[in-house]
């Protein structure tokens, strides 16, 4: 009694009742897809993220920022903590070898634009000439903000080609305009010296679906940080962070760690609750993957739950089955099938059911996950490791589920089964 | 001299063996059958007949007393060894047929072959010859459900001539026929006597069937009350 034959067997059982067997599979075919599906769906969005990240100085841009020192003594900021003009210059003569470029965002405001007779949302960010470095945009028209804009603070700004379109009716009538927004309370006005376009990576455009106004308004304006300091009437700039994209060839752990000690070393030992701790791209990633790994340990463990029912569900079948075809069984012993051939003969037809519920699953899981991908704008490969999981997991059910069935099968007495109405 | 297939002494067959209700159903049977012999056993229902089938055709093992079958001794042997001596030494053909369903006539036949271990090829080849045997060759792609009664007992016997058994074992074969086909039937049975020297124990209360074997074994609870020998027993 070979394989081959148990498997045709088992086949032919199955397509007698295949309502019930795809009914069975069912508990099998819903915990296997959400796995694959979950898998999937991390590296769509891994592989997105990463996408996302690169357009914006990926693992080259880290981050400084001010934190609280393990030892503290009080939990909150004082503007003495902050991050000083003269401490970002000083770093980057410091360390000019290595940087490529600095990035500072200093103010966020919301404000308003006027618009026919509506008021537009826009997001006012007052940046360095180096910020563009770590955004998707590129400069379509005019010029982005220089050194000579944020030295004297000058009234000037940078839109996008939507708001530029919308506002002036087209990218190059905008240069030179007057851009006129109202934040803090007052109407503020600046000279577009420059439109810019985002190149959206596929998350960002899919991020940017879910947004309705986006459509034909963007809400970034980026005007030099000084301008900002102006109209908040300050003289000093002090930031809570800012990053800087490090030069090819350098590795930025290792850069965030000189730069990170030299800033604690020379501004910060004195402190007594305030530090500098550092950010790279890889340590977003691995952020990323901690709540990847939360969410599919949740997933898994749902999934797992499903297995274990569809488990049940195919025992409950295989006990039926048994019965039902207790004169088969019978018969069968009768002319010579040995208990063996009877247990396997069940059991590889358990085990059948939890591989085509498998398979299917797997399938479905792929789709499922790859659908979401649509919609997110990447497609990736399910990872393999979770399909040859998924298998073995469902045939490990099948011969588990279908043992106890089974053995009842070849432990039957034939002559009761050969009576058995 | 032709050698002795079946070999029953003191066959005692009880149930609920120490409990209250201790039941003794066959009560010392001595039974000798030689090689070729057509015999039958008779009685009424209650009589210990499908017990002491159970127990020549190696299901059941009796209580006590001692039974060879082709001269293997299968007084003590594990449930596997009475497997394997189903498979290779008893035919069966039962009165409800028990084809497995959903299984074409073909298949059914190849089956015991199927558990002897025989390749795929030589299998159903001859299983082929065997329902050639029976003239069922042009049916043996159908289902069981698409045969007749007849036709299913016809299957039923290619299928216990598979292994070339010792003994074909025929529980009232002709029990859920009616008389034309059942007749048919018998016919095949003592072709396979004839033609084939087979050892045929066959089980049935009809007595008018029973006259057409060699020999009439009559059971009345749980013993033998005759044992005849027939002189020109098989009718044509």
Redesign the interface.
Known sequence: ?NLF?NIKMAF??LK?NKMRAVLTMLGIIIGISSIIMITTLGNILRKSLTDTLNSQGGSKLVAFQISLKPEYVRDYYMTEDLITEDMIENVAERFAEDIEEIVISGGYESGKVRYRREDLDVYINGVNPGYIARTSDEIIAGRYINDSDLARGANVCVISEKQAKKLYGGVKEAIGQRFSAKFLGQNHEFTVIGVYETKMTALMSAMNSLNTTAEDWDTEVYVPYRALTKIYGGSEEAFFAYYAIVNDGVDPTSFCEEVQSYMNNRWYRDNDSIMIRYMTGESEMAMMDQVMGIVSMVIAIIAGISLIVGGIGVMNIMLVSVTERT??I????????????IRSQFIIESIIICLIGGFIGIILGILLGNIAGVVIGTVAPPSTGAMVLAVSFSMAIGIFFGYYPANRAAKLD??EA?RYE | MSKTIIEMKGIVKSFYIGTPNELEILHGLNISVPEGQFVSIVGASGSGKSTLMNIVGALDRQTAGHYSLDGIDITKISDNELSSIRNKKIGFVFQTFNLIARTSALKNVELPMLYAGMPSRERTKRARELLELVEMTERSGHMPNELSGGQKQRVAIARAMANDPAIILADEPTGALDSKTGRLVMDIFHKLHKEQGKTIVLITHNPELAEETDRVITLSDGSIVSDRMLKGGAAE
Request: aromatic letters at 0%; proline letters at 9%; zero cysteines.
């Open positions: 009694m034959e032919a059982s007698s004169r088969e019978g018969v069968r012993k009768a002319l010579g099938a040995p208990n063996s051939a034939p002559i050969l």
